[in-house]
């Protein structure tokens, strides 16, 4: 499995900006689906947002029109800017490299990293 390492997490007021970065450790992001989850405390890890190899995008409902997701193949890392964050979107936020869109979707993978908290308070 591709390893990734998440950052850009912190403390953000209610309709604050946060931008985080999936790193990669090889070249995969033109080649691997992408996908970013987040899990909030007592809820199950969701999908967020996920950029397909070949560009498509999907966005959960709950984020579309506030989250863009996006890729940077030289640099190996797809970032997920988050504009009008709100409470419900506190979670700690992990990205993962599938070779397929569905597994991705699917969230079938064996390691997780150790994520990226994101805390929307005033």
């Known amino acids: 499995q591709v390893q990734v390492v998440e950052s850009g997490g912190g403390l953000v007021q209610p309709g604050g900006t946060l931008t985080l970065s999936c790193a990669a450790s090889?070249?995969?992001?033109?080649?691997?689906?992408i996908g970013w989850f987040r899990q909030a405390p007592g809820k199950q890890r969701e999908l967020v947002a996920i950029?397909?190899?070949?560009?498509?995008?999907q966005y959960a409902d709950s984020v579309k029109g506030r989250f863009t997701i996006s890729r940077d193949s030289a640099k190996n890392t797809v970032y997920l800017q988050m504009n009008g964050l709100k409470p419900e979107d506190t979670a700690v936020y992990y990205c993962?490299?599938?070779?397929?869109?569905?597994?991705?979707?699917?969230?079938?993978?064996?390691?997780w990293g150790q994520g990226t908290q994101v805390t929307v308070s005033s």
């Open positions: 993962n490299a599938g070779a397929s869109w569905s597994d991705v979707v699917g969230g079938r993978f064996d390691k």
């Open positions: 090889e070249n995969i992001v033109s080649r691997y689906s």
């Open positions: 950029f397909g190899a070949r560009g498509a995008i």
